[in-house]
């Protein structure tokens, strides 16, 4: 069955760059009516909607965000990444990557990664 | 943005209960609306999309209505495994945001 894989460092230091990066395995990232994206979860908090990518290269940010952000896909690796700029402590929280399903204009969340924790500290 | 608000913010509750959690949205967002269930340390878990529709696999006693901008995600015969955490989601607009989620105790 298809699965979601987040990877990248546990820890950041104040004023760098974040960097992630999901692995899709067992469906292509260009097949289907599929929009990767990416959600974290501050310690104790709800979710939060970080931004998505379509695999033929269009993306959607959340405007609290877009200026620090990038997403971009990698096709041939069948992966696609986040990257969040001048990090702050208020950026900690549990990063997932998950794929959105658009149906009749409507987006769901239908499959989840496990979860990444990423602290921001010198 | 479009906030989501969510009522309670938690509820107790015994096995067999019947359990209401409330969603309203600051605006009008037709039925974008999705649920999701979390339990500790796992990732979300969708249960019903577009207000209403269940996801494949989610137990018959889950239930979601609501049109506009208020919304219902009701368990009729509450388990055991239902203990968690839930949200709700709108895809009205960008940015998608979320509830601030009600956690289901014992």
């Known amino acids: 069955q298809v699965q979601l894989q987040e990877s990248g460092p546990g820890l950041v230091k104040p004023s760098q760059t974040l960097s992630l990066t999901c692995t899709v395995s067992?469906?292509?990232?260009?097949?289907?009516?599929?929009?990767w994206s990416w959600i974290r979860q501050r310690p104790g908090k709800g979710l939060e909607w970080i931004g998505y990518?379509?695999?033929?290269?269009?993306?959607k940010y959340n405007p609290s965000l877009e200026s620090r952000l990038t997403i971009s896909i990698d096709t041939w690796k069948n992966q696609f990444s986040l990257r969040l700029s001048s990090v702050t402590a208020a950026d900690t929280a549990l990063y997932y990557c998950?794929?959105?399903?658009?149906?009749?204009?409507?987006?769901?969340?239908?499959?989840w990664g496990q979860g990444t924790l990423v602290t921001v500290s010198s | 943005d479009i906030q989501m608000t969510q009522s309670p913010s938690s509820l107790s509750a015994s096995i067999g209960d019947r359990v209401t959690i409330a969603c309203r949205a600051s605006?009008?967002?037709?039925?974008?609306l999705n649920w999701y269930q979390q339990k500790p340390g796992k990732a979300p878990k969708l249960l019903i999309s577009?207000?209403?529709t269940l996801q494949s696999g989610v137990p018959s006693r889950f239930s979601g209505s609501g049109s506009g901008t208020d919304f219902t995600l009701t368990i009729s015969g509450l388990q055991p495994e239902d203990f968690a955490s839930y949200y709700c989601?709108?895809?009205?607009?960008?940015?998608?945001?979320f509830g601030q989620g009600t956690k289901v105790e014992i």
């Open positions: 990518i379509f695999y033929a290269g269009n993306m």
């Open positions: 605006q009008t967002i037709s039925n974008y």
């Open positions: 577009a207000a209403s």
């Open positions: 067992g469906d292509s990232i260009s097949s289907g009516n599929f929009y």
């Open positions: 998950a794929r959105a399903v658009r149906s009749v204009g409507r987006f769901h969340f239908d499959l």
């Open positions: 989601q709108h895809s009205y607009t960008i940015p998608w945001t």
